[in-house]
RNA sequence: GGAGAGGUGGCCGAGUGGUUGAAGGCGCUGCUCUCGAAAAGCAGUAUAUCGGAAACGGUAUCGAGGGUUCGAAUCCCUCCCUCUCCGCCA
């Protein structure tokens, strides 16, 4: 949620703003019920106060039929004005949460995910002798998946991914492990990149795949239920992304400000309804409503927010680079970066096989956005209680990752090279 | 799923209807003492919200929500969570 008091200082700027991200609000409703809330809670706390006073009064002796009849009457006129202002914040909160985040300075203003704009390009786009397929036939043809079963079992966009590609994400996940646990490495990558945080490295963590409604909401991004897995019985839904499970981690509590960033690493499987892609990438494994996903998850202090966030960038941008693969930084603008975003980078990478770069990683800065909603604060050193600033990134999501690996590194006999860096984690194999 | 016990401040823990936002202890912060430190002594030490430039004041919060009462941490109801035993399972 934002701030009540930035929108009730900046109305025109909110929003302007909120309508560059594509969610217009008119904030008249939102600032009246916020006017009628603040006029009402004086009046409550005066007739609570007489209420305290008369009780007190009384203390430890029969109280007169006069000093019940008032009591009762109190009673019954706080009761009255207190239904009004909970009635009032309900409608409050609803408006309140239709408001976006605010995007920083330096998000380009867009209409459309075609208006992010690519910051950079790296990696040579391989030419070969011989016309590079799409990832679905060569895993189809070694024999790496199995789609007709997994419908047959649990319906479409499902699979059984089988042998070496199997094999292959366990390789990535342990290098992962190795390099973010590594406290030097992370160092290498803060300092390469001329940032202002601590060298310290990412906890593992393994999230709850399932959510209560409240986290669930409170993360304010693929909150749909047309998004999202959601149980009938119970008020839990699937992860459709370990943010919801981890952003939530801390709700509630006051963090003291020594103990941040708070850097996690998590593993989670992912869980997506896709409606409305009837029809799109049906064929292999880049849309799938069931995906593993290594993500981070990073609670700072407002002042390394920004910094933490290009880390994470950095990271993606190290793995890809050392998996050899073509990819594009993409700065999303205004109207892509999402309700809770201050800012976002997107990396597409280069499928041969498609002739075009994919989403396959993103990274997004809340600032204290998701915090406010979470209530997740920290106490500053000078013990002043604040909102802590969220990021989350991508590592890698899997099957759109080993997709990419598997265009890239196919060969004309139609094999898949293993990446050098992760031969090690898979017994020397250097070939699928 | 069945039976039982319990949830109080950063932590431990007292409190079963009347100035209890909450004793006491630990921790933390400041001051005194000291060349310095330790020890000791003194003082302070929750969050949210409303008003206020601030100092400060009002209100709410003892797992959550509702109820009884002039008055609730204390009584009643519902839910959540934790622990123990049984069952089931990996």
Redesign the pocket.
């Known amino acids: 949620m934002l701030d ?1 008091q930035f929108i009730r200082d900046n109305k025109e700027l909110v929003e302007t703003k909120a309508s560059q991200k594509g969610y217009p609000v008119n904030l008249n409703r939102l600032l009246e019920l916020d006017n009628l809330i ?1 006029e009402k ?2 009046k ?3 007739i ?2 007489q ?6 009064q ?6 007169t039929q006069d ?2 009849n ?3 009457g ?2 019954e006129d706080a ?1 009255n004005i207190d239904k009004e202002i ?1 009635s009032l914040k309900f409608e409050f909160n609803i408006e309140l949460k239709k408001v976006p985040n605010m995007p920083l300075e330096q998000v380009p203003v867009g209409q459309s995910e075609d208006d992010n704009q690519v910051i950079k390009k790296v990696g040579d786009i391989k030419t070969n002798d011989f016309t590079p397929v799409n990832h679905w036939e060569i895993i189809d043809a070694l024999n790496l998946i199995d789609k007709k079963r997994a419908a047959k079992v649990a319906g479409s966009r499902f699979v059984y991914l089988k042998g070496g590609i199997v094999r292959m994400q366990f390789a990535i996940i342990n290098w992962v492990i190795d390099k973010l646990s590594d406290e030097q490495f992370v160092d290498s990558i803060i300092k390469e990149n001329n940032l202002n945080i601590v060298a310290k490295p990412f906890t593992l963590i393994l999230p709850p795949a399932m959510v209560n409604t409240n986290s669930y909401q409170a993360t304010t991004r693929l909150d749909a239920e047309d998004v999202t897995y959601k149980l009938a019985d119970d008020e839990l839904w699937m992860n459709a992304s370990a943010e919801h499970s981890l952003c939530n981690m801390y709700q509630d509590e ?1 963090i003291p400000e020594s103990e941040l960033p708070l850097r996690y690493l998590g593993y989670a499987t992912s869980f997506r309804r896709e409606a409305g892609s009837y029809g799109k990438d049906t064929e292999g494994i880049i849309r799938l409503h069931q995906f593993d996903k290594l993500e981070i998850e990073v609670f700072s202090n407002s002042e390394s927010g920004l910094d933490e966030h290009r880390l994470l960038v950095a990271l993606e941008e190290y793995f890809i680079n050392q998996l050899n693969l073509p990819y594009e930084v993409m700065e999303k603008c205004t109207a892509d970066i999402g309700k809770p975003n201050a800012k976002g980078v997107d990396i597409n990478i280069w499928f041969p096989g498609q002739s075009k770069y994919r989403e396959t990683h993103s990274a997004d800065y809340m600032t204290d956005y998701q915090a406010r909603s979470t209530k997740t ?1 920290y ?1 500053d050193k000078d ?1 002043k ?1 604040r909102y802590v600033h969220n990021n989350d990134a991508t590592v890698f999501a899997f099957s759109r990752i080993l997709a990419a690996i598997m265009e890239n590194y196919q060969t004309k006999e139609g094999k898949i090279f293993v990446p050098e860096v992760i031969r090690n984690y898979m017994g020397g194999i250097n070939q699928l």
């Open positions: 009540i603040r809670i004086p409550l706390d005066d609570l106060n209420r305290n006073n008369l009780a007190s009384i203390s430890n002796r029969p109280p000093e019940i008032k009591g009762r109190l009673k009761a909970n006051i604060r106490r013990g209680v």
